[in-house]
Protein backbone atom coordinates (compact mmCIF):
# COMPACT_ATOMS: atom_id res chain seq x y z
CA UNK A 1 0.00 0.00 0.00
CA UNK A 2 1.75 3.06 -1.30
CA UNK A 3 2.42 6.36 1.29
CA UNK A 4 -0.97 7.95 2.12
CA UNK A 5 -2.98 5.73 0.53
CA UNK A 6 -6.45 4.48 2.64
CA UNK A 7 -6.96 0.88 3.55
CA UNK A 8 -9.14 -1.12 2.20
CA UNK A 9 -13.12 -1.15 3.99
CA UNK A 10 -14.00 -3.83 5.84
CA UNK A 11 -16.48 -5.36 7.80
CA UNK A 12 -16.26 -5.26 11.55
CA UNK A 13 -15.88 -8.84 12.68
CA UNK A 14 -17.60 -9.57 16.12
CA UNK A 15 -18.39 -12.71 18.20
CA UNK A 16 -21.95 -13.62 18.73
CA UNK A 17 -22.87 -14.42 22.21
CA UNK A 18 -24.61 -17.38 23.69
CA UNK A 19 -27.80 -17.02 25.07
CA UNK A 20 -29.04 -20.37 26.80
CA UNK A 21 -32.57 -21.59 26.42
CA UNK A 22 -34.70 -23.75 24.56
CA UNK A 23 -33.56 -23.40 22.19
CA UNK A 24 -30.23 -21.85 22.85
CA UNK A 25 -29.58 -18.92 20.74
CA UNK A 26 -26.38 -16.64 19.79
CA UNK A 27 -27.03 -13.04 19.23
CA UNK A 28 -25.55 -9.62 18.38
CA UNK A 29 -24.07 -8.54 21.63
CA UNK A 30 -24.26 -4.41 20.63
CA UNK A 31 -27.42 -4.71 19.24
CA UNK A 32 -28.72 -6.54 22.24
CA UNK A 33 -27.81 -3.38 24.08
CA UNK A 34 -28.14 -0.52 21.86
CA UNK A 35 -31.37 -1.51 20.30
CA UNK A 36 -33.58 -2.57 23.13
CA UNK A 37 -36.82 -2.77 20.30
CA UNK A 38 -35.04 -5.48 18.16
CA UNK A 39 -35.09 -9.12 18.45
CA UNK A 40 -32.12 -10.76 16.97
CA UNK A 41 -30.36 -13.90 16.85
CA UNK A 42 -29.48 -17.22 15.15
CA UNK A 43 -30.51 -20.71 16.80
CA UNK A 44 -27.67 -23.74 17.35
CA UNK A 45 -27.72 -27.59 17.00
CA UNK A 46 -29.26 -28.12 19.97
CA UNK A 47 -28.84 -31.24 21.67
CA UNK A 48 -27.29 -34.51 19.90
CA UNK A 49 -30.70 -36.30 21.33
CA UNK A 50 -33.05 -33.69 20.87
CA UNK A 51 -31.55 -31.03 18.03
CA UNK A 52 -32.89 -27.96 17.04
CA UNK A 53 -33.96 -28.48 13.69
CA UNK A 54 -35.98 -25.94 11.98
CA UNK A 55 -36.36 -27.31 8.37
CA UNK A 56 -39.66 -27.61 7.30
CA UNK A 57 -39.41 -28.75 3.45
CA UNK A 58 -36.77 -31.12 3.63
CA UNK A 59 -37.64 -34.82 2.38
CA UNK A 60 -37.92 -36.10 6.10
CA UNK A 61 -38.25 -33.31 8.21
CA UNK A 62 -38.89 -33.63 11.47
CA UNK A 63 -43.02 -33.46 12.45
CA UNK A 64 -41.97 -31.73 15.49
CA UNK A 65 -40.38 -28.69 13.37
CA UNK A 66 -43.50 -25.96 13.08
CA UNK A 67 -44.16 -26.59 17.49
CA UNK A 68 -39.84 -25.57 17.68
CA UNK A 69 -40.87 -22.51 15.72
CA UNK A 70 -43.89 -21.77 17.46
CA UNK A 71 -41.54 -22.20 20.15
CA UNK A 72 -39.33 -20.01 19.67
CA UNK A 73 -41.66 -17.47 18.70
CA UNK A 74 -43.26 -17.59 22.35
CA UNK A 75 -39.51 -17.82 23.86
CA UNK A 76 -39.14 -14.67 22.36
CA UNK A 77 -42.52 -12.61 23.64
CA UNK A 78 -43.62 -12.91 19.87
CA UNK A 79 -47.64 -14.76 19.23
CA UNK A 80 -46.18 -15.65 15.72
CA UNK A 81 -43.26 -15.87 13.52
CA UNK A 82 -43.48 -15.79 9.83
CA UNK A 83 -41.17 -18.10 7.15
CA UNK A 84 -41.22 -19.04 3.70
CA UNK A 85 -39.82 -22.11 1.18
CA UNK A 86 -36.66 -20.39 0.62
CA UNK A 87 -35.50 -20.94 -3.36
CA UNK A 88 -31.66 -18.85 -3.55
CA UNK A 89 -33.79 -15.84 -5.30
CA UNK A 90 -34.23 -12.25 -4.33
CA UNK A 91 -37.90 -11.83 -3.31
CA UNK A 92 -38.84 -10.04 -0.12
CA UNK A 93 -41.69 -10.38 1.63
CA UNK A 94 -43.49 -7.50 3.46
CA UNK A 95 -45.30 -8.22 6.57
CA UNK A 96 -47.00 -5.27 8.09
CA UNK A 97 -48.74 -7.13 11.17
CA UNK A 98 -48.63 -9.94 13.46
CA UNK A 99 -52.01 -11.46 12.63
CA UNK A 100 -52.30 -15.47 13.33
CA UNK A 101 -50.48 -17.51 15.88
CA UNK A 102 -47.53 -20.15 16.14
CA UNK A 103 -45.66 -20.17 12.57
CA UNK A 104 -47.22 -18.53 9.48
CA UNK A 105 -45.68 -19.79 5.81
CA UNK A 106 -46.15 -17.12 3.23
CA UNK A 107 -45.20 -17.29 -0.57
CA UNK A 108 -42.25 -18.75 -1.47
CA UNK A 109 -38.99 -16.17 -0.73
CA UNK A 110 -35.92 -15.89 0.71
CA UNK A 111 -36.19 -12.30 2.67
CA UNK A 112 -38.96 -10.84 5.27
CA UNK A 113 -39.39 -7.10 6.11
CA UNK A 114 -41.40 -5.29 8.44
CA UNK A 115 -41.62 -1.97 10.37
CA UNK A 116 -44.61 -3.71 12.65
CA UNK A 117 -43.83 -4.37 16.59
CA UNK A 118 -44.60 -8.15 17.28
CA UNK A 119 -43.60 -9.39 14.02
CA UNK A 120 -40.84 -12.08 14.15
CA UNK A 121 -39.21 -13.09 11.08
CA UNK A 122 -37.13 -16.32 10.08
CA UNK A 123 -34.69 -17.65 7.60
CA UNK A 124 -33.21 -21.17 7.74
CA UNK A 125 -29.59 -21.89 7.34
CA UNK A 126 -26.48 -24.26 7.62
CA UNK A 127 -23.62 -22.36 5.83
CA UNK A 128 -25.63 -19.83 4.07
CA UNK A 129 -25.60 -16.34 5.27
CA UNK A 130 -28.51 -14.70 7.41
CA UNK A 131 -28.15 -11.27 6.49
CA UNK A 132 -29.81 -8.71 9.43
CA UNK A 133 -31.15 -5.32 8.61
CA UNK A 134 -31.88 -2.56 11.26
CA UNK A 135 -32.82 1.10 10.27
CA UNK A 136 -32.89 2.38 13.88
CA UNK A 137 -34.33 5.27 12.76
CA UNK A 138 -37.54 4.09 11.47
CA UNK A 139 -37.47 1.16 13.43
CA UNK A 140 -38.09 -0.78 10.25
CA UNK A 141 -35.94 -4.49 9.93
CA UNK A 142 -35.51 -7.28 7.16
CA UNK A 143 -33.36 -10.73 7.18
CA UNK A 144 -32.49 -12.21 4.27
CA UNK A 145 -31.18 -15.95 3.43
CA UNK A 146 -27.73 -15.29 1.19
CA UNK A 147 -26.14 -18.49 -0.58
CA UNK A 148 -24.34 -17.79 -3.44
CA UNK A 149 -27.00 -18.12 -5.74
CA UNK A 150 -28.80 -15.46 -3.54
CA UNK A 151 -26.44 -13.22 -3.89
CA UNK A 152 -25.99 -13.30 -7.59
CA UNK A 153 -29.93 -13.01 -7.73
CA UNK A 154 -29.30 -9.80 -5.93
CA UNK A 155 -31.17 -11.02 -2.56
CA UNK A 156 -28.99 -7.99 -0.46
CA UNK A 157 -29.51 -5.49 -3.10
CA UNK A 158 -33.66 -6.58 -3.29
CA UNK A 159 -33.62 -6.17 0.80
CA UNK A 160 -32.00 -2.68 0.74
CA UNK A 161 -34.98 -1.71 -1.71
CA UNK A 162 -37.81 -3.03 0.08
CA UNK A 163 -36.53 -1.12 3.54
CA UNK A 164 -36.02 1.94 0.96
CA UNK A 165 -39.18 1.65 -0.62
CA UNK A 166 -40.96 1.08 2.31
CA UNK A 167 -40.21 3.35 4.81
CA UNK A 168 -37.63 5.48 3.21
CA UNK A 169 -34.50 4.01 4.72
CA UNK A 170 -31.35 5.30 3.10
CA UNK A 171 -28.55 2.36 3.17
CA UNK A 172 -26.46 4.72 4.78
CA UNK A 173 -28.59 4.70 8.32
CA UNK A 174 -29.07 0.94 8.34
CA UNK A 175 -27.37 -1.45 10.67
CA UNK A 176 -26.08 -4.70 8.73
CA UNK A 177 -25.33 -7.33 10.48
CA UNK A 178 -24.05 -10.57 8.25
CA UNK A 179 -24.42 -13.71 10.56
CA UNK A 180 -22.65 -17.59 11.06
CA UNK A 181 -22.00 -19.19 8.03
CA UNK A 182 -19.28 -20.79 6.05
CA UNK A 183 -16.03 -19.09 6.17
CA UNK A 184 -12.97 -18.60 3.43
CA UNK A 185 -11.27 -21.24 4.59
CA UNK A 186 -14.02 -23.80 4.35
CA UNK A 187 -16.10 -22.51 1.34
CA UNK A 188 -14.19 -24.16 -1.95
CA UNK A 189 -15.84 -23.94 -4.94
CA UNK A 190 -16.12 -24.78 -8.60
CA UNK A 191 -15.03 -21.54 -11.34
CA UNK A 192 -18.59 -21.69 -11.73
CA UNK A 193 -19.61 -20.10 -8.88
CA UNK A 194 -16.27 -17.52 -9.25
CA UNK A 195 -18.10 -17.27 -12.81
CA UNK A 196 -21.40 -16.34 -11.45
CA UNK A 197 -19.69 -14.24 -8.74
CA UNK A 198 -17.56 -12.39 -11.09
CA UNK A 199 -14.61 -13.44 -10.10
CA UNK A 200 -11.52 -13.81 -11.29
CA UNK A 201 -10.19 -17.67 -11.13
CA UNK A 202 -7.89 -20.13 -11.98
CA UNK A 203 -10.12 -22.98 -13.34
CA UNK A 204 -9.79 -25.35 -10.18
CA UNK A 205 -11.65 -25.41 -7.09
CA UNK A 206 -10.87 -22.18 -4.78
CA UNK A 207 -12.07 -20.54 -2.01
CA UNK A 208 -14.72 -17.71 -1.76
CA UNK A 209 -15.31 -14.94 1.37
CA UNK A 210 -19.05 -14.73 1.06
CA UNK A 211 -19.28 -12.86 3.95
CA UNK A 212 -16.47 -10.57 1.96
CA UNK A 213 -18.77 -10.20 -1.36
CA UNK A 214 -21.61 -9.71 0.93
CA UNK A 215 -20.01 -7.09 2.56
CA UNK A 216 -18.73 -5.18 -0.34
CA UNK A 217 -21.72 -5.17 -2.54
CA UNK A 218 -23.08 -3.65 0.48
CA UNK A 219 -21.11 -0.75 0.84
CA UNK A 220 -21.21 -0.63 -3.11
CA UNK A 221 -24.86 0.45 -1.96
CA UNK A 222 -24.37 2.73 -0.04
CA UNK A 223 -23.88 1.09 3.52
CA UNK A 224 -21.30 2.66 5.76
CA UNK A 225 -18.98 0.31 6.57
CA UNK A 226 -19.00 1.86 10.34
CA UNK A 227 -22.47 0.42 10.90
CA UNK A 228 -21.63 -3.40 8.97
CA UNK A 229 -20.63 -6.39 10.79
CA UNK A 230 -19.78 -9.86 10.32
CA UNK A 231 -19.87 -12.94 12.86
CA UNK A 232 -16.47 -14.78 13.73
CA UNK A 233 -18.51 -18.07 13.57
CA UNK A 234 -17.59 -20.62 10.99
CA UNK A 235 -20.80 -22.55 10.52
CA UNK A 236 -18.35 -25.98 9.11
CA UNK A 237 -15.11 -25.45 11.26
CA UNK A 238 -14.82 -28.23 13.61
CA UNK A 239 -16.59 -27.64 17.28
CA UNK A 240 -19.11 -24.87 15.62
CA UNK A 241 -22.16 -24.98 17.28
CA UNK A 242 -24.44 -24.77 14.29
CA UNK A 243 -25.44 -27.20 11.87
CA UNK A 244 -23.33 -27.20 8.54
CA UNK A 245 -24.54 -28.10 4.81
CA UNK A 246 -20.75 -28.97 3.79
CA UNK A 247 -19.75 -30.72 6.97
CA UNK A 248 -23.16 -33.18 5.80
CA UNK A 249 -25.88 -32.04 8.41
CA UNK A 250 -29.57 -31.89 6.42
CA UNK A 251 -30.23 -29.69 9.69
CA UNK A 252 -31.32 -25.99 9.65
CA UNK A 253 -31.01 -23.48 12.12
CA UNK A 254 -32.89 -20.42 12.00
CA UNK A 255 -31.81 -17.13 11.83
CA UNK A 256 -34.40 -14.80 13.20
CA UNK A 257 -35.36 -11.07 13.65
CA UNK A 258 -37.79 -8.93 14.43
CA UNK A 259 -39.46 -5.96 16.60
CA UNK A 260 -40.48 -6.77 20.06
CA UNK A 261 -44.61 -6.76 20.88
CA UNK A 262 -45.45 -3.45 22.50
Given at each position: ?49 A???F????E ?44 E ?14 V ?28 W ?15 K ?16 A ?17 L ?63
Amino acid sequence: MGRGAKPPLEARTIEEEKREGVPDRWVHPEWEGQLPWVVQGVTGRGRPDAPSDFALFREGSLDSAPALWASLAVSLGFSVVFHSRQVHGRDVLFHDGPEGYGLEIGPDADGHASGTPGVLMGVTVADCVPVYLVDPLRKAVAVLHAGWRGVVAGVLERGLQVLKDSFGSPAGDLLIHLGPAICVTCYEVGPEVHDALGLSHRGIPTPVDLLGILAARAMTAGVDPSKLTRSAHCTCCGGSPFFSHRRGDQERQVGYLGIRPR
